[in-house]
């Protein structure tokens, strides 16, 4: 079962390839549109509206990315799909830098010793008060007459 995300998605997506040309439709590998046919949600309705972009209609960003996908690996030339391909290695480089950045096993275990230490010291504060019980008290109180 697909999630309701992408069964909205492929509906989209379906909606915009009726207003494609047949010889950009027919690059699509047909194993493809029947993927989108058997996963979309056909009680989901969607109206696309050619004169307007992709981004002044309420279109998802499944729908969008799947869009992009089609274009780069069917429609693109090779010098947009090469410029596609570079942009999108960049960008997972620099998500992959920032993980590193963020994730990095000295920082995070630099700042746990920290925060165990601050713990600690916490715990000894608490325990060098000491309280006397309601009852000891009271015995002291009465042990003062008797002695």
Do not use: C, H
């Not at 549109?33 to 960003?61: G, H, M, R, W």
């Not at 274009?71 to 960049?90: H, L, P, V």
């Not at 925060?115 to 042990?143: A, C, G, H, M, Q």
Request: hydrophobic share 35%; no cysteine.
């Amino acid at each position: 079962m697909v999630d309701i995300k992408y069964a909205n998605a492929y509906s989209e997506v379906l909606e915009i390839l009726k207003y494609i040309s047949i010889e950009d439709y027919n690059k699509i590998p047909k194993e493809k549109i029947e993927l989108f046919k058997t996963n979309a949600n056909y009680d989901y309705s969607f109206q696309y509206n050619p004169n307007k972009t992709l981004n002044e209609q309420n279109v998802s960003k499944i729908a969008k990315g799947i869009i992009a996908i089609l274009f780069r690996d069917y429609w693109a030339t090779e010098i947009q799909r090469e410029k596609i391909i570079s942009k999108q290695n960049y960008d997972r480089q620099k998500i992959e830098e920032e993980k590193k950045k963020r994730y990095n096993v000295d920082t995070l275990f630099s700042n746990k010793k920290n925060i165990i230490i601050n713990e600690e010291k916490e715990e000894k504060s608490l325990v060098e008060i000491k309280d006397k019980k309601w009852y000891k008290r009271l015995f002291l109180f009465f042990r003062k007459f008797f002695v």
